[in-house]
């Protein structure tokens, strides 16, 4: 495995933890960091869309689970992320 792609799951599960930890500042750079690293992985896009979610950040939540459905149409997280941020 590539080591950046390791370095992008370690960070996605450093921004789980955060985000179980009500941590949401810190869960989205942890994410934001993880695309950075693997800009190609929907699920940090929806990871990131729920936590800017969670920061009451609607408009950032969209663009993420809009971006997800682009990288992975067949993603059911991604389409109830979107729906949620059109629903605030």
């Not at 695309?35 to 979610?53: E, G, L, M």
């Not at 993420?64 to 059911?76: E, I, M, P, S």
Request: charged share 30%.
């Amino acid at each position: 495995k590539d080591p950046e792609d390791l370095t992008a799951v370690w960070l996605k599960e450093a921004g789980n933890v955060r985000f179980r930890e009500g941590k949401f500042v810190e869960a989205e750079k942890l994410y934001s960091q993880a695309i950075s690293q693997a800009p190609d992985q929907h699920v940090y896009y929806v990871n990131r869309a729920n936590a800017r979610y969670k920061l009451q950040n609607f408009t950032g939540s969209l663009e993420d689970a809009k971006f997800a459905v682009k990288l992975c149409r067949t993603y059911g997280k991604a389409h109830y992320r979107m729906g949620e941020a059109l629903m605030a």
